[in-house]
């Protein structure tokens, strides 16, 4: 595991866009896997910036960890809404290319398996993530057990209040998700993990250097062999 400390979220931001330009220069269709989440605004920053100044991901794949159950795409507030306001609406993607869970699929469980056979046919080559404050990664919550396959998820009550803030009114929040598992996840060639602010120092300490356990999903992340861990000084205070 590589740990990386940044003066600022923009010089971290602008490191993981390196990584994308390393990646796209191996492979011919690049495969990202992309989180949303705060932490992720000043990746995707960078990322139109390094499109705009020539980054060629015309034949890149982008495939998303996560998805609100019930919020269409039109839903300013889901994940596939956040990637449109920050991402697709900046730089042309093929759709056929861009892929998030449908949180408004009929049938849920045919939709997580549908994915899972995404992920078979194009594994992630770069995987980004955030980490909850709970210590989950895509929304993968903390528990007895975790789940290895894209499955839907309870969120917790500490996923629910921290992600309130994006939303209007916070009894609009969803309480269901459907996730990539962590054996999705830790399938990726490649972990990058972006964590910054004061707030996530003690989770970051936890999960990097604690024990692995199912209780904080990101530990897991200890046992992948190519992480790369890209922090802000406040978030790394306490490792
Ligand atoms: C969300 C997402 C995660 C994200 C995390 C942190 O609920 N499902 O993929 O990494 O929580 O969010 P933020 O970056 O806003 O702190």
């Given at each position: 595991m590589r740990i990386r400390v940044f003066d600022t979220p923009d010089a971290a931001a602008a490191y993981a866009v390196a990584l994308v330009e390393q990646t796209a220069a191996v492979y011919a269709e690049p495969v990202l896997g992309l989180a949303t989440g705060g932490t992720m605004i000043p990746f995707y920053k960078a990322l139109v910036q390094a499109v705009r100044q020539g980054l060629d991901l015309s034949r890149a794949w982008a495939i998303n960890l996560d998805e609100y159950v019930g919020l269409g795409a039109e839903h300013p507030q889901s994940c596939a809404g956040f990637m449109r306001e920050h991402l697709y609406r900046h730089v042309p993607w093929d759709g056929a290319r861009a892929h998030i869970p449908d949180?408004?699929?009929?049938?849920l469980a045919a939709e997580c398996r549908r994915y899972d056979r995404l992920l078979a046919t194009h594994p992630v080559h770069l995987q980004f993530l955030g980490i909850g404050l709970n210590g989950h990664i895509g929304f993968n919550e903390p528990g007895d057990e975790l789940v290895a396959e894209t499955h839907l998820v309870e969120l917790s009550e500490t996923t629910i209040r921290s992600n309130a803030r994006f939303f209007r009114d916070p009894g609009e929040v969803p309480r269901r998700a459907i996730t990539m598992g962590v054996g999705g996840i830790l399938r990726a060639e490649r972990v990058v993990l972006l964590a910054f602010g004061e707030q996530k120092a003690e989770v970051v300490a936890r999960a990097l250097t604690g024990p692995i356990t199912t209780r904080l999903p990101?530990?897991?992340?200890?046992?992948?062999?190519d992480v790369t861990v890209l922090l802000d000084t406040a978030a790394a205070q306490k490792i």
């Open positions: 949180g408004c699929a009929p049938d990101a530990s897991l992340l200890q046992l992948h062999r």
